[in-house]
């Protein structure tokens, strides 16, 4: 026999030690989803590194990592499952520990409800705003407010009810659409599952009880959107479009539009039989009446209320790596099905959460986080590490720049047909004193005399005129080169070769100076030269400012400097002279069929 | 929709963001019903196509003979591309777990068998059917488990993953585990193998068949590799899960239909990894397996 079961998806968040674990433990032995040999390694794990004196500690049931067990924390978000007669419960376990707040998030990001535990002892703590602030964020609107521990205060009423008023009152503008309070004590099971004589004064559910009540919420309703994520074409003769129903309902005979392109909706297929009608969140493929080419990221919606379009967003970012985000500094963003090129306008630390402009490179179909939570959301990517670094909800579109594109009849290549040779960015990066100005004027002297068209930018005399507005700290050294960046391929585009001679200690902003232009016009040049022997060198006396501390964030000594892992010429000036730096490059140049 | 239901649209969506996202996919097959529902996803999330990737199985030459029918009847009913591999090393050694141990056995045949297969073919993508509800560290691993060209996984550097956003993108060399079933338990697999009337090896339902007890486990005698001090006797037995036969316990049971299977686990007091062998050498192993490479 089938049960119609529902699915329940939950957080349990709370301060350190406030009892999660054993709070999700407890519910897992009281619905009897504890096996005997589950049962047999608890017992005996509880005797060895237990906290309760060699009783159960249900703390260690969900608490899976060798890691975790010997430092008595919770380093990760960890889903359990349980199910009752009524409900079936996905459960994200997020730590308490203010550096894990990335991990609240993520746990926070599918649930439907949320249960935030507190000591009754302790009341509303910092923490405990901070967490119930992120569960507002990420659209949670059901909360239970545990309130553990209550067998330490002899289950006072009064001290239970006071707790419950400061919460409801801090509460007031998170916009929930409801709090429930429970009195509990998840070590000793009190209102936990069943209702307990020893609060003979609370008549509310307990908290099984709400979570198989409480409203899931999970189907957003209004205009119909699917999202296409593969293009099925087993042969000439089927094109269908299989993707995921994000919003409303889709119907077969739906008038619908993508792209500014509309048509019907002829079948909806899927491999028990084509339906009908197809709801949100079910995952099947759609094919159209008319030939629309879509393709994967598209969003098919229902044509009277298509989504809107754009590239500029007013959005709510949370930070979750260690490296923390850097205005202008190019990043990816997957949106929906797509990935695209992604910047921000402020600096976010990990754990921090802002509100900021942020830019894609290109625009995407999108619904405010409030409204979608699939067509709202994205996470941010690092170009070069691939980790997922950030993540964002959508308020609302900036107003669409109406600056377009303006094609010229003169461009590069009627350039290159006038030079002779093609442009280039040259792009030497290495340490202060490594020797880049001299070797790059060297270069410039011996293109020149060939009668190539040329032009150095020099890192120094940058500053005293473009940049002179920005500093050294690392936002101000990616904006540096994001500007360096725009003017050398600007003179590309003017048909010149670009000497660029910069420090530019991050390997993020090369690579976005090299994708700035086309394939075969950047040649990075690595002035390798050891720290040791740049700082001895000291041409200008800034290693010995720098050892002093009068300069602060000075690469090499205090800043990072991440050298090129595949530059087009790496010179040794250990071993090469000035002169003889400069012939490899040019003749690198050759090699690349610049000149 | 049920939970059922959904549960199906999420994996759906997985198998279909990750191949759209990855240039070689494979599916590892391993016979048992938590394959049996992870190719019965597949074929949803890419209907009319056929699921777009091969299979893969790392054979270790122990499995029940009746997986192995099982598997080859599968993959030809349904058209699909089987690759086996078998650890060239292991076949020379004849690597067994009477005279190396289940611990060696395991990690020469499956771990160090898995980690030549996907580096031979430059698999970019594996799905697995790991279940978050087996092992306490499976709990924490991402839906899109990331691994290092190594095939290596750090529990302590994992990728946050939000919404259904996936991160899918790995350096030349590197791969991602994907994993559909991780929020499925095994009841839902068994109520799920029931509602689609998906086809299971028949050793999941009980029989009459020759057993031998072994470290407090009741192991079937499957041929006549195993050495033998004592006469098997008949016993009606089933198993929960499958692997290698002389590591994988039988469990004493009357259910003969998935119907009976799931109203046996209703009221089931033990774990099903409780039948593994491997998974008892020492407490925190499937962790330590895992980082090495393990499924």
């Known amino acids: ?595 | 929709m049920n939970h059922l239901d959904q549960l199906e649209a999420d994996s759906i969506d997985i198998f279909r963001e990750a191949v759209a996202e990855s240039e070689r996919p494979v599916l590892l097959y391993s016979i048992g019903k938590d394959s049996s529902v992870l190719l019965h996803l597949a074929r949803k999330a890419f209907y009319p196509s056929k699921p777009p990737f091969p299979l893969l199985h790392v054979d270790t030459t122990w499995k029940f003979r009746e997986m192995i029918e099982f598997r080859d009847r599968t993959a030809a009913e349904l058209g699909l591309e089987l690759i086996v591999h078998r650890n060239p090393e292991c076949v020379a050694l004849g690597i067994n777990p009477f005279d190396h141990g289940s611990a060696r056995h395991t990690d020469l045949w499956k771990t160090q068998g898995l980690r030549q297969a996907l580096d031979e073919h430059r698999f970019d993508v594996a799905f697995g059917g790991a279940r978050r509800d087996e092992e306490a560290s499976r709990a924490k691993e991402r839906v899109f488990s990331f691994r290092t060209a190594q095939h290596q996984w750090d529990p302590k550097n994992q990728r946050p993953e939000l919404w259904r956003l996936y991160n899918t993108r790995v350096a030349p060399g590197e791969s991602i585990r994907v994993f559909p079933l991780s929020n499925w338990t095994e009841l839902d697999v068994w109520r799920y193998v029931e509602r689609e009337r998906i086809p299971v090896v028949p050793l999941y339902f009980a029989a009459r068949r020759p057993v031998v007890d072994r470290d407090g486990m009741l192991i079937m005698v499957d041929d006549d590799r195993m050495p033998l001090s004592e006469k098997p006797r008949e016993e009606l037995v089933r198993f929960r899960t499958l692997g290698c036969y002389p590591l994988t316990g039988a469990v004493r049971s009357e259910a003969r239909t998935v119907t009976e299977i799931v109203e046996e686990m209703r009221t089931a007091t033990t774990s099903e990894r409780q039948g593994r062998l491997i998974d008892h050498d020492q407490s925190g192993s499937m962790e330590r397996k895992k980082r090495e490479g393990y499924f």
């Not at chain 1, 500007?483 to 001679?501: K, T």
């Not at chain 1, 040649?523 to 050891?530: G, K, N, W, Y």
């Not at chain 1, 720098?546 to 800043?559: C, K, Q, V, W």
């Open chain 1, 1 to 595: 026999m089938e049960l119609q079961r529902s699915l329940l998806r939950f957080i349990t968040c709370g301060s350190v030690d406030d009892g999660k674990s054993t709070l999700i433990g407890r519910l897992l032995y009281e619905s009897k989803l504890l096996y005997a040999d589950h049962l047999a390694a608890l017992e005996a794990d509880s005797r060895r590194v237990g906290t309760r004196g060699g009783e159960l500690d249900f703390a260690l049931l969900v608490d899976g990592l060798a890691a975790e067990r010997e430092q008595g924390i919770t380093i990760d978000v960890a889903y359990r499952f349980f199910a009752t007669e009524a409900r079936r419960f996905i459960v994200a376990d997020t730590p308490g520990h203010e550096q894990y707040t990335r991990n609240m998030v993520t746990g926070a990001s599918t649930a439907d409800a949320a249960v935030i535990l507190l000591d009754a002892r302790k009341g509303v703590l910092s923490q405990t705003r901070r967490h119930a602030r992120i569960v507002s964020l990420l659209g949670i609107r059901h909360v239970a407010l545990a309130v553990n521990k209550l067998d330490l205060l002899d289950y006072s009423r009064e001290l239970f009810d006071e707790v419950c008023a400061a919460f409801a009152e801090f509460a007031a503008d998170l916009g929930f659409a409801e709090i429930t309070c429970v009195p509990m004590s998840a070590t000793e099971g009190v209102n936990v599952v069943g209702r307990s004589e020893l609060t003979p004064w609370y008549d509310g559910p307990t908290l099984l009880q709400w979570l198989e009540t409480v409203d899931a919420g999970s189907a957003p309703d209004g205009p119909s959107r699917f999202l296409v994520q593969w293009v099925n074409r087993p042969d000439a003769s089927f094109r269908g479009f299989s993707g995921r129903v994000l919003r409303g309902t889709l119907r077969a005979g739906d008038a619908v539009c993508t792209g500014g392109r509309t048509s019907t909706v002829d079948r909806i297929v899927t491999m028990d039989g084509d339906l009908a009608a197809a709801p949100t969140g079910s995952s099947v493929t759609v094919v159209l009446a008319d030939d629309v080419d879509a393709s994967r990221g598209d969003v098919l919606a229902a044509a009277a209320d298509p989504p809107g379009v754009a590239d500029t967003f007013q959005a709510h970012l949370v930070w979750l790596n260690e490296n923390g985000l850097l205005p202008g500094r190019q990043y990816l963003a997957k949106i929906g099905a797509r990935t695209v090129g992604f910047t921000a306008t402020k600096s976010l630390e990990l754990n921090e959460i802002g509100v900021d402009k942020v830019h894609l490179d290109a625009p995407v179909p999108f619904e405010s986080y409030r409204t979608n939570r699939d067509l709202g959301s994205f996470v941010v990517l690092d170009r070069l590490t691939n980790a997922t670094v950030g993540a964002g909800m959508i308020d609302f579109a900036l107003s669409p720049t109406n600056v377009r594109w303006q094609n010229l009849t003169v461009d590069k290549e009627a350039r290159v047909a006038r030079n002779g040779h093609r442009p280039c960015v040259v792009w030497l990066t290495g340490l202060s004193g490594a020797g880049k100005s001299t070797i790059a004027d060297l270069v410039e002297k011996a293109l020149h005399a060939e009668g190539r068209h040329t032009f150095l930018l020099d890192g120094d005399n940058v500053r005293h005129g473009l940049n002179s507005d920005l500093g050294f700290t690392d936002a101000d050294r990616v904006e540096n080169i994001r500007r360096i960046a725009e003017v050398a391929a600007l003179m590309v585009d003017a048909g010149l070769i670009v000497l660029v001679s910069f420090i530019s200690p991050f390997r993020a902003e090369r690579a976005l100076a090299r994708e700035l232009v086309g394939e075969n016009e950047f040649c990075e040049v690595f002035v390798d030269t050891p720290l040791e022997v740049a700082e001895q060198r000291d041409p200008k006396g800034l290693y010995r400012k720098a050892r002093r501390g009068e300069l602060p964030n000075f690469t090499g000594i205090d800043s990072p400097y991440e050298p090129p892992e595949n530059p087009e010429v790496r010179l040794d000036t250990t071993a090469l002279s000035p002169e003889a730096a400069a012939e490899v490059v040019v003749a690198g140049l050759r090699t690349l069929g610049v000149c």
